[in-house]
């Protein structure tokens, strides 16, 4: 994917306050994440300039790190918690539910960069097992038949 | 500032009417609310209300009438343990940090890696101000000025609890530069993980603000000498950290007179799996396990208690003849099991012990760090090991060479990820040697569960 340079500059000085701060590159990397819905190459040059690092050490971070991606989430972003709170009420299956209904292999981002289907290693809400997060909203003991209803409304609208 | 604190206290307490008499125990005579005293009670966002339930004034008394010894004399006599699952006494810990002009930092855990734990989640969300108040202390104790609170990218509404708590705090005058006039300054920056489960421990903390890839270091040099940016560090989970004000206030002696000798105080457990209602409770250690059970409404409907997992996916477990065992640092140091940070899993007859061990070996290779080789490889060989299990393709021998290679990584690897296996292997044998070797010898799962299908 490309990027403009007038993207690449609004994330530089973005990034700049932090240029001077020892504890400052995984909050860039963080900037970068939500910015651009994943690090691109790009960006990581940006930072390896700004935090006067090598792009090999930024580079090091973003695929150490679950919720970093290269490429980008889709505008949907939907995370199945497999925690073992969850995991021990069958959340696997509803894993493989919203994998079948949005046809996206979990962990991967749909082709058509629609939605993206995340696994979620516990959101800590384990009392309430199984947990679904469907754009930033959490919700909680969520059967297969709400699941599908969430999904289709999802697609509904996209 | 006393003054001020107690007008607050008073101006809330006329009026917000009886919100604070809500009882919220789950069973009136086993459940002990002291560091989920506040939870569901007060407003999270409201520091007047946390201020009324008695809070910062343990901050007030530490600032004006203790010196830093004082403190952690006083966090020693508690017998306080951290609660992050390891158990070590917290007074010890801080002990351990030699004063010096250099900058001293604490950093507050809030990794919360368990899955099937939502303590340090449930405080955050509920009562932010306990475990920012008990940070300032320990920072006043350990001549730290800057605290780190490094908080896992999962939970945005803790983080957002927490750092609206920290804008409050400040805005009092209870954090920051000249607290509360006393001439001790502090700061709290809120630190965002990205999901990795290594990253709870200690030193991989400490790689990850540091700006690296989140490896653990080796020890020695401990962080209370040479931890964050080579600087003296301590590390304190939440729960610790947010019993610390209300043993200043009350004292070492009133802490120490719940639990039982050698495992003083209360804990805070998520208890989760096949009960029929999951919840999250504080009893005092010593409590058993069928008092938990019983805490979780007991087992689902015509199912028989099978295991007791502490940890996950480091899990450690006791089975159905423990069933009256204390929740105890000791008795369960004695048989290789954790405490743990409070994430619990109950496990009922409906369960092949090979799936659920698969499950989390799995998830253990998945996380491991890769920096060693017993951990990198020994992980996936495990998970290999029972997948040949649950194929029915294992033999006696195999069963040998699990157990030798969970030794190995017990001796050989650089940090608890990898030498927790040793534990989580022993403590399986121990209660379900059985179980193994039917599936092993007899091709024969209890549950049904493998043979007939790929491990899931
Ligand atoms: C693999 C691994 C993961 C850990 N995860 C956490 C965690 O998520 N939260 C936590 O508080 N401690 C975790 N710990 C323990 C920390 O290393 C450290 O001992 C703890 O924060 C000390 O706090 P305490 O003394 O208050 O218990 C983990 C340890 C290991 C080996
Ligand atoms: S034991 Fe595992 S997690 Fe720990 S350093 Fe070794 S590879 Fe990394
Ligand atoms: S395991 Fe799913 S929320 Fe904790």
Known sequence: MEYTQEALQTFKEAIVPYKDRPDGLLPVVHIAQEQFRCVPVAAQKVIAEVMNVSVARVSGIVTFYDYFTMTPLGNHVIEVCVGTSCYMQESKHLLAVASEVLQVAPGETRADGEVSLRIGRCFGRCEHSPNVEIDHTMHLHVSEQELRQYLNNLEDHS | ?456
């Open chain 2, 1 to 456: 500032m006393i003054q001020e604190l107690n007008r607050i206290q008073q101006e809330v307490l006329q009026s917000v009417g009886n919100k604070f008499d809500k009882d919220l125990r789950h069973d009136k005579t086993k459940e002990l609310r002291i560091k989920l005293k506040n939870a569901y009670i007060i407003d999270p966002y409201s520091i007047d209300e946390y201020i009324a339930r008695d809070g910062y004034k343990a901050l007030h008394k530490v600032l004006f009438s203790m010196t830093p010894d004082d403190v952690i004399e006083e966090v020693k006599k508690s017998g306080l343990k951290g609660r992050s699952g390891g158990g070590f006494p917290t007074g010890m810990k801080w002990s351990f940090v030699k004063k010096s002009d250099k900058q001293h930092y604490i950093i507050m855990n809030a990794d919360e890696g368990e899955s099937a734990a939502t303590i340090d989640g449930v405080l955050m969300r509920q009562d932010p101000h306990c475990a920012i108040e008990g940070m300032i202390i320990a920072g006043f104790a350990t001549g730290a000025t800057i605290g780190y609170v490094y908080i896992r990218y999962e939970y945005p509404e803790a983080q957002r609890a927490m750092e609206h708590a920290i804008e409050q705090a400040i805005a009092k005058n209870l954090l920051g530069k000249n607290i509360m006039g006393s001439g001790v300054d502090f700061d709290i920056i809120m630190y965002r993980g990205a999901g990795a489960y290594i990253c709870g421990e200690e030193t991989s903390i400490i790689s990850s603000i540091e700006g690296l890839r989140g490896n653990s270091k080796n020890k020695p040099p401990f962080p209370a000498i040479e931890g964050l940016f080579n600087k003296p560090t301590i590390i304190n989970n939440v729960e610790t950290l947010g019993i610390v004000p209300q043993i200043l206030l009350n004292g070492g002696e009133w802490f120490a007179s719940m639990g039982v000798p050698g495992s003083e105080g209360t804990k805070v457990f998520t208890l989760t799996g096949q009960l029929k209602e999951p919840k999250t409770v504080e009893v005092p250690l010593g409590t058993t396990i069928r008092e938990l059970i019983e805490l979780g409404g007991g087992m689902r409907e015509g199912r028989q208690f099978k295991a007791f997992v502490t940890g996950s996916p480091n899990i450690t477990m006791l089975g159905p003849n423990d069933i009256d065992m204390p929740i105890q640092f000791d008795t369960f140091k004695k048989r290789q099991v954790m405490v743990g940070s409070g994430g619990t899993v109950f496990l009922d007859d409906s369960t092949c012990l090979m799936h659920f061990m698969h499950f989390n070996v799995d998830l253990l290779a998945i996380e491991s760090c890769g920096r060693c080789t017993p951990c990198r490889a020994g992980t996936r060989k495990m998970t290999q090991f029972f997948e040949k299990i649950i194929e029915g393709e294992a033999t006696m021998d195999d069963l040998q060479k699990m157990k030798d290679l969970a030794e190995h990584m017990r001796d050989a690897s650089l940090c608890g990820l990898g030498v927790a296996m040793g534990m989580t292997m022993y403590s399986a044998l121990y209660s379900f040697e059985d179980e193994f070797v039917e599936h092993i010898r007899d091709k024969h799962c209890r549950c049904g569960k493998c043979f007939n299908e790929v491990a899931a």
